[in-house]
């Protein structure tokens, strides 16, 4: 019998990014925009601005991700 060797990967099918990319995309875009809401409640008095701007930061973040992980697969 002869020995198969387990196939290799094309230049195809390798990564296109680094995944460390996108946990800190996610991760900077919740801490900075969570820091802005909650220094817009502290300013304003109110108390549901830090989990709009978490939200709204976890949104940029995959956008972002999405931007840059499309964009290297081209």
């Known amino acids: ?3 198969q060797l387990p196939p290799t990967a094309g230049p195809d099918e390798s ?3 680094d995944p460390w990319h996108a946990f ?3 991760v900077s875009g919740v801490a ?3 820091l802005v809401g909650w220094a ?3 300013w304003l008095g109110t ?3 830090v989990a709009i701007g978490i939200l709204v930061g976890a949104g940029f973040g995959i956008y972002m991700t ?3 992980f499309n964009k290297a697969s081209q």
Do not use: E, Q, S
């Open 1 to 3: 019998m002869a020995r």
């Open 15 to 17: 990564p296109k990014g």
């Open 24 to 26: 800190g995309y996610i």
């Open 32 to 34: 900075v925009y969570g």
């Open 40 to 42: 817009l409640d502290r």
């Open 47 to 49: 108390d549901f601005l």
């Open 66 to 68: 999405y931007a840059r």
